[in-house]
Antibody, heavy 122, light 111 residues
Framework: EIQLVDSGGGLVQPGGSLRLSCAAS????????MKWVRQAPGKGLEWVSYITSGGRTIYYADSVKGRFTISRDNAKNSLYLQMNSLRDEDTAIYYCARVRATTTPNYYMDVWGKGTTVTVSS | QSVLTQPPSVSGAPGQRVTISCTGS?????????VHWYQHLPGTAPKLLIYDNINRPSGVPDRFSGSKSGTSASLAITGLQAEDEADYYCQSYDSSLSGWVFGGGTKLTVL
């Protein structure tokens, strides 16, 4: 079964750090680009970060640029999101997702994790 | 405010047809970038419904269909079922933002 399992969320104070993980199974993880997407309470979905299959190309949304770092370990079938200098507005459910595309940059996400909750509060 | 505009809510009775619009601009949908649609039940993983404007992944019923014209796209659901009650999001790429954008989401209520 193709599966993504997000983990690592929790309660953190403003200015703090947290590292999210996403464990992939059931498919060749190293062949796919991946994304992190978040949903703040009462809000819609928001793209956070993107990484290519080999990790050479990375993009960030402006809202997290300079604070978040996406990475992956293909040997461990895992995706990560290091979040530093966290703010109240980073409070959200964070989802990892597998990326597909017919053409660049028309990327879509065909497999999603169930999400992990990050709460930034003092 | 989302770059792609969706109605906050739509509703319909079982068996009816509903459409959800997704309005963009010349830097995203109007620029020719593809539109994708997702179904999301709170607390669960979002599910891909339509990709590349009109295509359904395997396993998605043909009651769901997508279309695109100009700066807008639409998701149509026919033969509404109670299990269709969920939030629906459109997604595309925006060249001005150099990133991927979502609509604000539409809550579908099956009456």
């Amino acid at each position: 079964e193709i599966q993504l399992v997000d983990s690592g969320g929790g309660l953190v104070q403003p200015g703090g750090s947290l590292r999210l993980s996403c464990a992939a199974s059931g498919f060749t993880f190293s062949a796919y680009s991946m994304k992190w997407v978040r949903q703040a309470p009462g809000k819609g979905l928001e793209w956070v970060s993107y990484i290519t299959s080999g990790g050479r190309t990375i993009y960030y949304a402006d809202s997290v640029k300079g604070r978040f770092t996406i990475s992956r370990d293909n040997a461990k079938n895992s995706l990560y999101l290091q979040m530093n200098s966290l703010r109240d507005e980073d409070t959200a459910i964070y989802y990892c997702a597998r990326v597909r595309a017919t053409t660049t940059p028309n990327y879509y996400m065909d497999v999603w994790g169930k999400g992990t909750t990050v709460t930034v509060s003092s | 405010q989302s770059v792609l505009t969706q109605p906050p809510s739509v509703s319909g009775a079982p068996g009816q047809r509903v459409t959800i619009s997704c309005t963009g601009s010349s830097s995203n949908i109007g620029a020719g970038y593809d539109v994708h649609w997702y179904q999301h039940l709170p607390g669960t993983a979002p599910k891909l419904l339509i990709y590349d404007n009109i295509n359904r992944p395997s396993g998605v019923p043909d009651r769901f269909s997508g279309s695109k014209s100009g700066t807008s796209a639409s998701l149509a659901i026919t033969g509404l079922q109670a299990e269709d009650e969920a939030d629906y999001y459109c997604q595309s790429y925006d060249s001005s933002l150099s990133g991927w954008v979502f609509g604000g989401g539409t809550k579908l209520t099956v009456l």
